[in-house]
């Protein structure tokens, strides 16, 4: 075994964060925290998480548990195919009566790819698995000096695995990479267990790990929002198609244009609406991960309540109806100070 993995496992042993799915490691929570994971801040996660039991204690209580409760759960946490496939993973699971232990049956269950079949497997059953990510390629490439690949990372890793201890061995490497080699700014290499295996380090090399990949630029969709109430105060809402970007969720009203002012009185009206009021208000953008939306947002009270829409009162909204981020900002942000950049990135 490479001696910085002695030091790594050392480290891990007294610098482990006390994450709650680490306190009790079953199968469930390790998946669910993998999933949540995903894409996602720990800060929010953590939220999430305990949410998430609170309302689904077992995997057989989420795999009963209705679309419109779980869609309420998810709210803000973006990517939402993910819990779709959350649900129809603890369907089968259910079924199953429990997950299957190696990385490579895993992966067979919907919404577990490669990193998550490795990582449960690992973590949960203490299976040889590993579980490479990001930071833990960016890690490698580091210490080793050289530009690594998931796959390449992968077939370094396994057979350094310590016999038994693949479940430290595989979150000690996660953990070095999200509190201590951190991907931008500097790395905390004063506090790092493998600085003095460090070749990036040694070389002056640390900005060059990871190559900074290109990304073709974005499309820009434009979009008008209309945040549309009625004389008693309901809101008008609109599901999103079964299929597709934010499929099943909830919208204000929209189209894909750029309306004027008069443009966007006239939508409405041909939606056989009467206009009482209508306000032009700040643009706002939210930015997917393969996709920008420029939204031209307008406020109006407008009657009658036309069954076109869905009308909700604000309570209805805030506790039953899952309104994505992009949409819940157009709101807020529109309506607070016209801040007209939103960075969040979700699909
Ligand atoms: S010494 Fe610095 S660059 Fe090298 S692995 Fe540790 S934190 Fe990363």
Known sequence: MPRFVTALLDWFDTHA???PWRQDPTPYHVWLSEIL??????????????????????????????DATLMKLWEGLG??????????????????????????????LPGIGPYTAG???AIAFNQPAVAVD???????????????SRDETAEILRPCIPAGKARVFVQA???????????????????CPLRTHCNALKTNRISEFPAKPSRPARPVIPLTVFHLTSPDGRIALQKRPDKGLLAGLWEYPNCAETLSLEQAKKWLE???????SITPEPTTQHLFTHREWQMTNFAGTVSP???DFTWVTPEELENRYALPTAFRNSKARSQAHGTTRVTAIHS
């Not at 996660?174 to 506090?191: A, K, N, R, Y």
């Not at 041909?270 to 009482?276: C, E, H, P, R, S």
């Open 270 to 276: 041909a939606k056989g609406l009467v206009v009482n």
């Open 79 to 108: 990517y939402y195919s993910r819990a779709r496939n959350l649900k129809k993973c603890a369907r089968i699971v259910a079924e199953q009566g429990g997950f299957p232990h190696t990385a490579e049956e895993l992966q067979k």
């Open 134 to 148: 990001g930071n833990v390629a960016r890690v490698l490439s580091r210490l080793l000096g050289s530009t690594l």
């Open 173 to 191: 490497w996660m953990e070095l990479g999200e509190i201590v080699c951190l991907p931008h700014g500097t790395p905390h290499c004063d506090q």
């Open 119 to 121: 990582a449960i497997s």
């Open 37 to 66: 994971l995903q894409q996602t801040r720990i800060a929010a996660v953590l939220d999430a998480y305990r949410r998430f039991l609170k309302q689904y204690p077992t995997i057989e209580e989420l795999a009963q548990g209705d």
């Open 17 to 19: 964060r006390p994450l």
């Open 305 to 307: 309540q036309l069954s």
